[in-house]
């Protein structure tokens, strides 16, 4: 899907599309266009958290969603506090190339005090392409792709990215060490 030329520029953190929003080369464009897409989720009863801020350090070439549906959110209570254990799809929208990624068996518990206000979060990080949806998940990554399509980004599969980086190149990535990347860490890498 990617030739060795775009795998190269996007490890240098240099956008391979003439499309909008890539055509800016601006993260804050980007993060508008998908504003819509949001809402459109929300319309749909898909809820969802973004990180669009490099995880608060460093550099991330992705934007990662944490998207859920009501059925896939366990609550408990105690103590005063609320928190909700959730369940569902990683989305990973590229800042580089209009593509994402579906992955599977996303987790994140958040909790909050008695006023409602947030105060712990903790969950997965995505360092595979286990792109490979469960059943259970099955019509929430049906409702993304079907969205995400609109929004006119190709859904990568896994043969695109689980396979080795052709060539020899230093990626700042946390998840893997030279010579051991893939075309995934290529495109969706986290540099700290």
């Keep these: 899907m990617f030739?060795?030329?775009q795998l190269k520029k996007v490890i240098r953190r240099e956008t391979i599309s003439a499309q909008y929003p890539y055509s800016e080369q601006d993260d804050d464009v980007l993060v508008d266009f998908i504003k819509p897409l949001l809402d459109d989720m929300t319309r749909a009863k898909?809820?969802?958290?973004?990180?669009?801020?490099?995880?608060g350090s460093g550099y991330a070439s992705y934007i990662l969603l944490m998207c859920y549906t009501d059925d896939f959110v366990t609550v408990t209570e105690e103590n005063g506090e609320h928190e909700e254990d959730r369940r569902g799809l990683f989305v990973l929208i590229s800042r580089l190339a209009p593509v994402v990624a579906i992955v599977n068996d996303a987790w994140q518990w958040r909790r909050f005090n008695d006023k409602g206000e947030d105060h712990g979060v903790g969950g997965t990080?995505?360092?595979f392409p286990e792109l490979l949806i469960d059943d259970k998940y099955r019509q929430l990554a049906n409702d993304l792709t079907r969205l995400l399509m609109k929004y006119h980004f190709t859904i990568l599969q896994l043969q695109d990215v689980d396979k080795p980086l052709p060539f020899d190149e230093k990626i700042r990535t946390l998840s893997r060490s030279r010579g051991q990347y893939l075309v995934w860490d290529a495109i969706f890498f986290w540099e700290d």
């Design 3 to 5: 030739t060795d030329d």
């Design 125 to 127: 990080m995505v360092d």
């Design 46 to 55: 898909i809820r969802y958290t973004m990180e669009a801020n490099h995880f």
